[in-house]
């Protein structure tokens, strides 16, 4: 589903900035994969999945979605393969549109405008349903304003507005990062959830070890802009803190592990 060949990206080339932020990166994710990244600041996390989304375009490589060549392609037009939650919960939604009118528009996304866009009493009732699984009271609050909701309430409609059209490929940015950790962990399993019922191909950044382990099949470990671990199946399963920072100072040559990537 997606394929990063050679994924190479230069910031700032030709200045005493110069930065090579990924470093000949490939990756293929299979179709229904569910992939976590981890690394310290400035392995190359984020980088990458601007680089997916195409806020960023690549100094050298290819990038294909379901088998078609974005590499070159705008960000605005390759957000039709995409669900993308970001770490902020502000992003992602509309704060003085109503929860309904957000859901709407991530409903519609990928449609034609034409003078029929009133939202109908259908469309309301499957909003009602599929904010009624994560329990926060959300699918009696369609006429609220989203900028009123709590940081775990808007990443939650953020999470479903992102996945209501199954997309090619999900994109999660640390998108629990700045929320609490009984919110995050809430948060993460709703992911899971929504993962694993819509087989999503998903991509998920992360800066906690742990969570790293317990969630998806696979998992890349990234350093200096480069895969130092990847690991998958039985080998994930198997996995504990210890021994993926063994099998890290292993393969990078490197015992540079920050404390918040094993909290």
Same mark, same amino acid.
């Given at each position: 589903m997606?394929?990063?060949?050679?994924?190479?990206?230069?910031?700032?080339?030709?200045?005493?900035?110069?930065?090579e932020?990924?470093?000949?990166?490939?990756?293929?994710l299979?179709?229904?994969?569910?992939?976590?990244?981890?690394?310290?600041?400035?392995?190359g996390?984020s980088?990458?999945?601007?680089? *997916?989304?195409?806020?960023?375009?690549?100094t050298?490589?290819?990038?294909?979605?379901?088998?078609?060549?974005?590499?070159? *392609?705008?960000?605005?037009?390759?957000?039709?393969?995409?669900?993308?939650?970001?770490?902020?919960p502000m992003?992602?939604?509309a704060?003085?549109m109503?929860?309904?009118?957000?859901l709407?528009l991530?409903?519609?996304?990928?449609?034609?405008?034409?003078? !029929?866009?009133?939202?109908?009493?259908?469309?309301r009732?499957?909003?009602?349903?599929?904010?009624?699984?994560f329990?926060?009271?959300?699918?009696?609050?369609?006429?609220?304003?989203?900028?009123?909701?709590?940081?775990?309430?808007?990443?939650?409609?953020?999470?479903?507005?992102?996945?209501? *059209?199954?997309?090619?490929?999900?994109?999660?940015?640390?998108?629990?990062?700045a929320?609490?950790?009984?919110?995050?962990?809430?948060?993460?399993?709703?992911?899971?959830?929504?993962?694993?019922?819509?087989?999503?191909?998903?991509?998920?950044?992360?800066?906690?070890?742990?969570?790293?382990?317990?969630?998806?099949n696979?998992l890349?470990?990234?350093?200096?802009?480069?895969?130092?671990?990847?690991?998958?199946?039985?080998? !994930?399963?198997?996995?504990?803190?210890?021994?993926?920072?063994?099998?890290?100072?292993?393969?990078?040559?490197?015992?540079?592990?920050?404390? !918040?990537?094993?909290?």
């Amino acid at each position: 589903m997606l394929k990063v060949e050679n994924a190479r990206i230069v910031f700032h080339p030709g200045t005493v900035n110069e930065t090579e932020a990924l470093r000949g990166i490939s990756l293929h994710l299979a179709p229904g994969e569910f992939v976590t990244v981890i690394g310290g600041n400035g392995a190359g996390k984020s980088t990458l999945l601007n680089c *997916v989304s195409g806020a960023y375009f690549l100094t050298s490589g290819k990038i294909l979605i379901d088998g078609q060549d974005v590499t070159n *392609v705008p960000e605005f037009k390759r957000a039709k393969y995409l669900g993308r939650v970001f770490q902020d919960p502000m992003m992602g939604t509309a704060g003085n549109m109503w929860i309904e009118e957000n859901l709407a528009l991530a409903f519609r996304r990928g449609q034609k405008r034409g003078l !029929k866009w009133g939202i109908t009493n259908e469309e309301r009732e499957m909003f009602r349903e599929q904010l009624a699984q994560f329990d926060l009271g959300l699918e009696g609050r369609l006429s609220t304003k989203v900028k009123l909701l709590s940081g775990g309430q808007r990443q939650a409609l953020t999470l479903l507005m992102a996945t209501l *059209v199954k997309p090619k490929l999900l994109l999660l940015d640390e998108h629990t990062a700045a929320l609490d950790p009984k919110t995050a962990k809430k948060v993460l399993e709703l992911s899971e959830q929504i993962i694993e019922r819509d087989h999503l191909t998903t991509l998920m950044v992360t800066h906690n070890m742990r969570d790293a382990i317990k969630y998806g099949n696979r998992l890349i470990m990234l350093h200096n802009g480069e895969i130092a671990v990847d690991v998958s199946g039985e080998e !994930k399963k198997n996995l504990t803190v210890e021994s993926l920072i063994e099998k890290f100072s292993e393969a990078s040559g490197s015992d540079e592990v920050s404390d !918040k990537l094993a909290l």
